[in-house]
């Protein structure tokens, strides 16, 4: 072997299996599955594992030594549809005993950056993953080098020195015509394997030159029309420096870093159908270990964007704060949130896994989530929008402790103690300054329920601002049964927090209420790059199409400054994580704020924000409580 390196023996493994249909040169569409809002959680969290395409692929290759990898490009931050990968390639391996790599695949310098790897590398072990290792593709640089040459020796890879429009050409072009060779095809070995080292010393600058496989252009299957195996970039590398003026493409590296990997399992999505014919090719020719590729549908969500290109767009546009922002279905943009590790991981699970695309709607996902907080994060009472109600038939000190259960379908949970006093706040929305018929909550002369309070309390008078309007003050009666007017149970119940120094109530808090970031519900990363498309294509006629960015919500976020919450929130704090799973179990008092979850009950799901420092409380609600259109207002 040239350059000093040899070739490790490995052993080689015949596959079997089925291998991809000649299709005349077009990718196998693959069907696309619609899911719609009903959520059926599965009784088992390792259906996906034990039934199905993943089922059929262990039975496969049934081998004992189980080892699959989780291979990224670290070019961006991870999104929901990187979860589905996540699951499949770590919870695979895990079900049968085995283990999976994190393997950065750092082939294009000039994209990578070290926060991306530490980004991902976060992202996978708050999922709840530990990687048997973490490796990179740059840690095989000099084997792939070396694999080149001997390619080349071997009478399977050539310099081309070819245009891309030649290249594009020889492919059959916009009209799909007839393929043909690069005219540098058939050159001699010795003269390739001296112009990739001219490549590697500089000789060449980016696209005057090229190394390719030779494989068969008369496939029906465009991954065997002699792809690029390496290509020159002037990038200076993060892990190799400037050492490298070559780097291999990703249809040469994927599979024999998986070979050298020994990876039995290479799990992908179905763009990479076509693909497998060149990854088992590639592995024939050099007579290394084949692992076994096999395909499933990946995950798509409809009603925001995944790209980094159209967030970075967003974050310039300064729609969203930045690749965190909890409207952005971006991994970390969740975990801000608050949306729980195991939440996503169940949602995952709950649709399954095949070779259709699963094409789900942001609603879909956040009735899922909202159906896994139910059972798993306490109770707390919590008032957007606060309006004093003085209850005037109290006593100024009056003083009731009351128990309150963190969650009544979860008693292991625990309760707490919340002061009851004559002065306490409701919600605006509760109260109106007309009753009617069809309306149970609070109104002039009429009767409400403070939730866990013995007695319910009548209003008797309010005050109002006289600019605005608004209502500033409620007084109302406390409504003790009497011989004469006996307990009557009310209609409605609301929360209400009460106002005691003494028990540091209320807890001020600022609440960030997240809608959908777009008005249109189709919205993707197709329809904002069309959308880019059209501007682009129009900005010299009078009227230019619309920017995606123009679909944006203005209501996407909605701030309450003068919240109010009660003081069960500083227990919840000092239990946190809630729950206690995925990367976030153990974490005590390591946990992030994220971590703090509970249900404000009548409102939403809640968490808490890291903008909350300097004993400032801030909360994002994570999703709305689930709506039930038969009840009255």
Known sequence: MENGVPLPERPKTKVKGPKPKKDGGKAPVPKREKIQNAVVLPADPESMFKEGFLSNVHRERPTDKILTRFPPEPNGYLHIGHSKAIAINFGFAKYHGGECFLRYDDTNPEAEEQKYFDAIREMVEWLGFKPKDITYSSDHFDELFNLALDLIRRGKAYVCHCSDEDLKLQRGGPNHGPRYACPHRDRPTEESTEEFKAMQEGKYKPKEAFLRMKQNLEDGNPQMWDLTAY????????????RWKVYPTYDFTHCLCDSFEEISH???TTEFRNSRESYEWL???????KPMQREYGRLN???TVLSKRNIAKLIAAKKVRGFDDPRLYTLVGLRRRGVPPGAILSFVNELGVSTAITEIQVARFEQSVRRYLELSVPRLMLVLDPIPVVIENLPEDYLEELEMPFSPKKPEFGTHTIPFTRVVYID?????EEDSKDYFRLAPGKTVGLLKVPYPIRATSFSKDAESGKITEIRASYETPTEEQPFKKPKTYIQWVAESPKHHSPIKAEVRIFNVLFKSEKMDDS???EAQAATARTEKAPVAKPSFLDDVNPKSEEVYENALIETGLEEIRRRAPWPEEGGEKGAGTKAGWETVRFQGMRVAYFSMDQDSEGGKVILNRIVSLKEDSGKAA
């Open 231 to 242: 290509r020159i970039l002037n990038a200076k590398h993060h892990r190799t420096g400037d």
């Open 266 to 268: 290479s799990l992908c």
């Open 283 to 289: 592995c024939d020719q050099l007579e290394v270990y």
């Open 301 to 303: 969500i409809e009603g």
């Open 428 to 432: 605006r929305s509760d109260f109106r």
């Open 527 to 529: 329809q904002a790059d």
